[in-house]
């Protein structure tokens, strides 16, 4: 079992910068892939980014590339969601998971934290 933590959710305006963090602990495996969903009121959770761990390969989706950077620090065993140029669209709540693959779907990942609010005011 594998723990998760999200931090670095706040208040932002439009324009502006937060850096997300996801705490790993429990039985990580370096073969595992850590990965960013968000999900707004009344909408589906949706993929936003995800990492290798160990080859640090990664994978975005459209609407966040260019933008949103993720990045491990394996020694801390912390995944990070780099997030720039933020929009009021953006405001959602943000959660990091744990996959096997490199996956876009949320139903492919198996562990979940319980996420940190992001609000980007216009």
């Known amino acids: 079992q594998v723990q998760l933590v999200e931090s670095g959710g706040g208040l932002v305006q439009a324009g502006g910068s937060l850096r997300l963090s996801c705490a790993a602990s429990?039985?990580?495996?370096?073969?595992?892939?850590m990965g960013w969903f968000r999900q707004a009121p009344g909408k589906e959770r949706d993929f936003l980014a995800a990492?290798?761990?160990?080859?640090?390969?990664?994978r975005y989706a459209d609407s966040v590339k260019g933008r949103f950077t993720i990045s491990r620090d394996n020694a801390k065993n912390t995944v990070y969601l780099q997030m720039d140029s933020l929009k009021a669209e953006d405001t959602a709540i943000y959660y990091c998971?744990?996959?096997?693959?490199?996956?876009?779907?949320?139903?492919?990942?198996?562990?979940w934290g319980q996420g940190t609010q992001v609000t980007v005011s216009s």
């Open positions: 998971a744990r996959s096997i693959v490199l996956a876009t779907t949320a139903l492919r990942y198996d562990s």
């Open positions: 429990g039985r990580t495996f370096r073969d595992n892939v």
């Open positions: 990492i290798h761990w160990s080859t640090a390969v990664t």
